[in-house]
């Protein structure tokens, strides 16, 4: 395989990933039925806006809603309002569209449904404080937390416990409607109360499990922050909660299934697929030395592998360089391969979006540390300082994809194949 049939493979993998979890693909098999009153359909996240315009030709014609997605992620609709906010550290619009959403659900009865619509990047979006608390407290909570490497659960523990509409609040607000919540997860293990931070979802985590993980990575939060964490007021209501009895929960497309669809296309063209799961967590520059290690073994057998795997790994962030951690995995991945001529990979955010950056995610070459150092790039130097997205955009090596609409987390592959 040349070096332009591997990136094209690469990317086909990729691209085969993702839009097996398409709005338009997947929603349609879960339609709940309509009601004899109102339909109200909220929601949020970075799939949030694709999943309403799927979702508006099954409605009636009288439905109204809102939801919240990231900037450059909305898409036309009719009956539903779609509201573009910030992510991944909350803003005021984020604030007044779920004020707005805590509106619309209000003073419902029983005769009517709400329609929650629910996809990764809900908890930035979803930006309603807790009473006592302001938005500034959020997004510097936030940021530390994004900074910390600590995994999805344990940042969303937090979130919910400073929220007035996450860990199943939005849920009583609506109650005694019927509330239907379709979700495409990004989130290892699929828990339906950590994807956005479970809005109309019990809640198994405390207070105290909140204040844990703040002491376990030592951020720095207001006094007032501290209190409300010590009060009733931060109590989300259980799984067993009689008002949430009326919730149900269909998770529509998951990051296993879109596993499942690039390992065909790879049997399709002759590989053998080892797949690690959608489960993989841990830092990214850990993982990517493990994948390596395997990979450079898998090499030496002399058969055409392809290694895939998703989860959601995190970086610790201690350098003053871009990048997120997909571009990040895909550096410490070729330093670990140091050259190996059989092995190439990807390493992409399914959302198109590598954190905060352009990129989707980043590919690996046998070649890739060698241009580098033609360029006189150190890609030690810039992975210490975590800067992967600088390095790979001098080797023209970014994966650019735009908002895909969808998020079901990363997607990684690394091809080897011997003697090519």
Known sequence: MTRQTVKTFLLQLFTTAWQS????????????????????????????????????????????????????????????????????????????????????????TVDDLVICLISGGGSSLLALPAKGITLADKQTINSQLLRSGAPIDEMNCVRKHLSAIKGGRLALAACPARIETLIISDVPGNDPSVIASGPTVGDTTTAKDALAIIDKYHLQIPDNVYALLQSPQAATPCPQDKRLASSFIHLIATPAQSLEQAAKLAVARGFKVINLGDEIEGEARIIASQHAQMAIKLAKKQKPVIIISGGETTV????????????????????????????????????????????????????????????????????????????FAALDDLVITGPTRTNINDFRAIIINPGK
């Not at 009636?60 to 609709?77: A, E, F, I, M, N």
């Not at 201690?318 to 997909?326: L, T, W």
């Not at 989707?360 to 130097?381: C, I, Q, S, W, Y």
């Open 21 to 108: 979890a398409s709005a338009e693909k997947c929603l349609p098999d879960f339609i709940p039925d309509m009601p004899d009153g109102k339909v109200v359909v909220v929601g949020a996240g970075k799939a949030a806006a694709a999943m309403a315009a799927s979702l508006e030709p099954y409605l009636p014609k009288d439905t109204t809603g809102l939801v919240l997605t990231r900037y450059g992620h909305g898409c036309k609709t009719t009956m539903i309002e779609v509201v573009e906010a910030a992510h991944p550290v909350p803003d005021q619009k984020g604030l007044e569209g779920a004020k707005r959403i805590m509106q619309m659900v209000s003073g419902l």
């Open 316 to 391: 610790t962030v201690k350098g003053n360089g871009r990048g997120g951690r997909n571009a990040e995995y895909a550096l410490a991945l070729a330093i670990a391969l140091d050259g190996n001529r059989a092995i190439s990979a990807i390493a992409c955010d399914s959302d198109g979006i590598d954190g905060s950056e352009d990129n989707a995610g980043a590919m690996v070459f046998p070649d890739t540390l060698t241009r580098a150092e033609n360029k006189r790039l150190d890609a030690r130097a810039c992975l210490d300082d975590n800067d992967a997205y600088s390095f």
